[in-house]
């Protein structure tokens, strides 16, 4: 089956500075690649996702990246702000099976004021 | 509208006790899914709905997980014999599902079980 490795586990960033994210995936059949965000004890938020068809997608402040070849994605949040902070958590399906969601294991991002 | 809800919010029993976690998806999301969320993890998925159907129930850990959804909208998980091992967060999604598209899913706010 998929296995999504996720890096790093924590970033500290100073607000105003850029983070990423990065993410593997195993199964190069996989072709749907969402980001979440969870802040503690609440749901986890889409907060944008990419097909495989493109190999980057931008909103505002938010960018992913997707290289198929080299089967990695990337996160990239610039200008970050204090509500940035929250653990953030890639996944990866693919279309036509069941579309369940192989997760990573989450980066939990802080933000410093 | 309102999005994905799930009842209760938070779930303490007794080893060898028997649960059951409620989801109610979005209106007229035809996919449900089910996963589980140790601590400091991702969630894990454990069985996909389509309509009333299974679709894919590869991810239920073993026998004492069940979960139905009878009339295609709220769906059941069903655990017995609780272990303690089975404390986690559990979160219910739902989807749209466009046969021609991968769909997002949107995520409730999980049932915390806790067995003691």
């Known amino acids: 089956g998929e296995n999504v490795e996720q890096h790093p586990s924590t970033l500290s960033v100073q607000e105003g500075d850029s983070a990423v994210i990065k993410c593997t995936y195993s199964d190069s059949a996989s072709n749907y690649f969402p980001w979440y965000k969870q802040e503690l004890g609440k749901r986890p938020q889409l907060i944008i996702d990419?097909?495989?068809?493109?190999g980057e997608k931008k909103d505002q402040r938010i960018a992913v990246t997707l290289n198929k070849t080299a089967k990695h994605f990337s996160l990239h949040i610039t200008e970050t702000q204090p509500e940035d902070s929250a653990v953030y958590f890639c996944?990866?399906?693919?279309?036509?099976?069941?579309?369940?969601?192989?997760f990573g294991s989450g980066t939990q991002l802080t933000v410093l004021p | 509208g309102a999005g994905v809800s799930q009842t209760p919010s938070n779930k303490v029993t007794e080893k060898g006790k028997y649960v059951e976690l409620r989801c109610d998806p979005i209106s007229g999301h035809t996919a449900l899914y089910w996963y589980r969320q140790s601590l400091g993890q991702g969630p894990e998925f454990l069985i996909y709905f389509q309509g009333t159907g299974a679709a894919d129930d590869s991810g239920l850990p073993n026998d004492r997980f069940f979960a139905v959804r009878p009339e295609g909208s709220v769906s059941t998980l069903k655990i017995q014999r609780t272990e303690r091992g089975d404390s986690a967060v559990y979160l219910c999604?739902?989807?749209?599902?466009?046969?021609?598209?991968?769909?997002?899913?949107?995520f409730g706010p999980g049932t915390r079980l806790t067995v003691l």
């Open positions: 996944a990866a399906s693919i279309r036509g099976s069941a579309r369940q969601l192989t």
């Open positions: 990419i097909r495989s068809n493109v």
């Open positions: 999604a739902s989807s749209f599902r466009d046969r021609a598209s991968t769909d997002t899913q949107y």
